[in-house]
């Protein structure tokens, strides 16, 4: 099978920089469980424990790590959706640790969310054209009809999906509702939790497709989570391994793909299917070998 | 080469364990599933791969006879050492071989799992129920021996322990626990690694092909997912539009394709060669909904290579004993099998 690179190794460059679209200060996050017995309270969760990194303006950064390793409490964190424990989170050099619920709409503006599962993640009961218009009706935008129909048109669909409920569409297509909804507000950051996951693989390469076309026309940063390090390779410059609440591997995806550092990471390669390993004789035995 | 029949891979032989023939899904007048046959040795592990909605679950849950309300099968789905056709087979007969001589995985968990009661207990049961263990006593223990087998550190707690307890990937083994527990000849697993991360994916898959091993157990596992299948299985067929549109065994069908639906799928898969724009290679459209596909070739609006003859049924053209494709202009051959396109095309009406 032909090996392409599908990405150009990027020089080091410096863990944060002023330029940064985000950067990520030695965050921390403690999750306290209510009791489950009386006699000891639940032992405190550390979903993250010293996490620190920057993302240059317009870089595809991704971030890989298994279920419950604090990938999307990162991103909610970077969202300004929950406050880390301690340690801080700037977007464009303005720190967004502090600020209170009103003084987020920057945020809302620069950095827009797009989910695993399109389906629990749009409203049943509204039409596409006001999903897609949510977050402009919340920052009070004009002529809503005619950025919804060019939203639309931008992420493959028909206008006239505007009219319709989300269960008339396929998993690919709520996915890229979803992403006209992102886009809405003129984002220059897309921050993306495992938005391929939930889709077959002809639909997976139309969505990461678009997803590219999308970073290239409208020159955005992207942030793409995933537990799957051969997606992020195929998407991404940079990327952070996470294991246990923290970063033990960073580099550009190729470097870290081809030639890995840590042990975790090493198995993470491992465990990942492909038909090329399968048919040269990798068993399911091999995948879950460390 | 020995001669395949007309109406597609269903040759039998001795050592079938699962025969299909002719079956058909249908809801109203629609059929969701058409003319679907083929069967499955003793101990083969066999793949069924295709888009969502391509009929992939609803063949699945023919075979178990557990087709939702309103949806009838008809033809026939034989399972060896069943002295009945499983087809039209009522309630009291299928519970009488679920669970023993066919056992099934799904992707959620807890569709199969009891959330009130303890799971060694849930696995006593299965036990209990079809008599393969003679007392409580010895059930339980077996229960706890299961446990062992698939992998879940303290077997002994475990079996205490209610399924909440546990999580997507763990709770996933239990249900694979309770599938195996009684040695079932055929193990149906659809889509079992699908909302699993890659890392519990890879043990989980590694449990599935040593259980199904160790017992000797057939194995026919649905996924989209085609580097699963790849590493699972040693055969593969490929569905889409409700019909089986090609099959053969995991290496030939993998690396020549001669449906262009598969060709279509492999190429999507690969998230290692892109064009020169750096985009990866996909299949135009999306699959229609049910009743709604093309008459003729069900791939036809789609497929670059369609031609007016395509608007007819495409013939299956075998190519071995368990190997075929239905389509007028496949991907040339490799040559090992010497039937290519000129076959087709007489075998096409148009
Ligand atoms: N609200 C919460 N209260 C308590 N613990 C939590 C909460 N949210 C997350 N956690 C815990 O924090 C850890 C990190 O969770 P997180 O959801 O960030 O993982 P993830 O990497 O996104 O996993 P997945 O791949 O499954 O989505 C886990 O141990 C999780 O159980
Ligand atoms: N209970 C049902 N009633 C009507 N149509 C159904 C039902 N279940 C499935 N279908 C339709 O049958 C087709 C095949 O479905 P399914 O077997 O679930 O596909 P797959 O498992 O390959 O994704 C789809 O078009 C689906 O919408
Ligand atoms: S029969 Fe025709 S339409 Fe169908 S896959 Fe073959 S070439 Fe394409
Ligand atoms: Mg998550
Ligand atoms: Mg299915």
Redesign the pocket.
């Known amino acids: 099978m032909a090996e392409q690179p599908t990405s150009t190794p990027l020089a080091p460059e410096p863990r944060t920089g002023p330029a940064d679209a985000i950067s990520v200060r030695d965050v921390t996050r403690v999750?306290q469980?209510p009791r489950t017995s009386l006699r000891r309270p639940s032992p405190p969760?550390h979903?993250l424990r010293g996490v620190s990194f920057g993302i240059p303006q317009g870089q595809r950064f991704g971030i890989v790590?298994?279920?419950?390793?604090?990938?999307?409490?990162?991103l909610r964190i970077m969202a300004g959706l929950d406050r880390p424990t301690s340690g801080g989170v700037a977007i464009d050099g303005r720190d967004i640790t502090g600020l209170r619920e009103r003084r987020l709409k920057f945020v809302r503006e620069r950095l827009q969310l797009v989910f695993q599962d399109p389906m629990s993640s749009l409203d049943p009961r509204m039409r596409v054209g006001d999903i897609v218009a949510e977050p402009l009706v919340a920052q009070g935008h004009g002529n809503r009809r005619e950025r919804v129909a060019e939203l639309l048109e931008a992420v493959g669909l028909r206008a006239d999906a505007a009219d319709r409920y989300p269960h008339q569409f396929s998993g690919g297509q709520r996915q890229r509702i979803s992403i006209a909804r992102a886009l809405a507000p003129r984002p220059k950051i897309i921050v993306a939790d495992?938005p391929v996951s939930a889709l077959d693989v002809s639909v997976r390469a139309q969505v990461l497709n678009l997803i590219a076309d999308l970073v290239d026309e409208l020159s955005l940063t992207l942030v793409f989570v995933s537990?799957d390090l051969s997606v992020v390779r195929h998407v991404c410059d940079r990327v952070a391994v996470m294991h246990a609440g923290q970063i033990v591997e960073t580099g550009s995806t190729e470097q870290v793909y081809e030639d890995p550092r840590h042990s975790y990471t090493r198995r993470l390669i491992a465990a990942v299917p492909t038909l090329g390993k399968a048919l040269s004789g990798v068993s399911a035995a091999d995948l879950n070998r460390e | 080469m020995t001669p395949a029949p007309e109406t597609g891979p269903a040759a039998a032989a001795h050592d079938d364990v699962l025969a299909v023939r002719n079956l058909d899904v249908t809801v109203g007048g629609r059929k969701l599933v058409e003319d679907v046959g083929f069967t499955i040795r003793a101990g083969e592990r066999v793949g069924l791969i295709g888009e969502s909605g391509s009929g992939k679950s609803l063949t699945a849950l023919s075979v178990l006879g557990l087709l939702p309300e309103g949806l009838r099968a008809s033809g026939s789905v034989r399972l060896a050492g069943v002295g009945h056709d499983l087809v039209g087979a009522d309630e009291a007969r299928m519970s009488r071989v679920r669970g023993k001589e066919i056992a099934m995985v799904f992707q959620e968990p807890m569709t199969a799992l009891n959330p009130t009661m303890r799971v060694g207990r849930q696995i006593a049961e299965v036990l209990l129920i079809h008599r393969t263990r003679p007392d409580r006593a010895s059930a339980r223990a077996a229960a706890v021996e299961l446990l062992a087998q698939v992998g879940l550190p303290d077997p002994e707690a475990a079996a205490r322990a209610y399924p909440h307890q546990f999580s997507g990937g763990q709770r996933q083994r239990v249900v694979l626990a309770i599938a195996l527990a009684n040695d079932p000849a055929l193990l149906v697993c659809d889509e079992p690694t699908t909302a699993l991360?890659v890392t519990v994916q890879a043990r989980v898959l590694d449990l599935i092909v040593r259980g199904v091993q160790d017992r000797r157990s057939a194995l026919l596992f649905i996924t989209h997912d085609l580097a699963v299948v790849a590493t699972a299985c040693e055969r593969v067929m490929v569905m889409y539009g409700g019909r089986l549109v090609e099959s053969g065994p995991v290496h030939e069908v993998f690396t020549h394709p001669r449906h262009r639906y598969t060709q279509g799928l492999i190429g999507a898969s690969d998230l290692t060669v892109v064009d020169g724009r750096g985009r990866l290679a996909t299949i135009r459209g999306s699959v229609p909904p049910a009743g709604r596909f093309p008459a003729g070739c069900v791939f036809r609006n789609r497929c670059d290579h369609a031609t007016d003859v395509c608007a007819t049924r495409p013939k299956w053209i075998p190519t071995g004993p368990d190997s075929g494709y239905a389509c007028f202009h496949p991907v040339p051959g490799s040559g090992a099998h010497g039937t290519g396109a000129p076959t087709n095309q007489e075998a096409g009406r148009g």
């Open positions: 999750y469980r969760v979903a790590g298994e279920s419950g390793c604090g990938k999307s409490t990162l495992e537990h | 991360d």
